[in-house]
Nanobody, 125 residues
């Protein structure tokens, strides 16, 4: 079954902005960290950002720092990824995932057991 539902993806031009939403099940919210990963064909799924509702810890991939922000709406059980100044290299399918407790310093996909089906982001030049 689908545990997370990602939405908000689409096709944009370089320099534009896009906000992704991740709706989480109630059972995967309190005490969890929620992360955004992205993947392109033939490459490993990589972490983009993380926010923890356990201790407030966060993570951002170096290449998105200053361009992407992550936020959490507790009442809605939803995590948002606000992306600005998008580049063609940001093109990927974006996934939402959960891990117990806090954001680790270097999140790895294999550490996460709960995922959504993803939403596609395509950035053209």
């Amino acid at each position: 079954e689908v545990q997370f539902v990602e939405s908000g993806g689409g096709a944009v031009q370089a320099g534009e902005s896009l906000t992704l939403s991740c709706a989480a099940p109630r059972s995967l919210w309190d005490g969890y960290a929620i992360s955004w990963f992205r993947q392109i064909p033939g490459k490993e799924r990589e972490a983009v950002a993380c926010t923890s509702n356990y201790d407030g810890s966060t993570y951002f991939k170096d290449s998105v720092k200053g361009r992407f922000t992550i936020s959490s709406a507790d009442a809605e059980h939803t995590v948002y990824l606000q992306m600005s100044s998008l580049k063609p290299v940001d093109t990927a399918r974006y996934y939402c995932a959960a891990i117990v407790s806090y954001c680790t310093p270097y999140p790895r996909a294999y550490e996460y057991a709960h995922w959504g089906r993803g939403t596609q982001v395509t950035v053209s030049s």
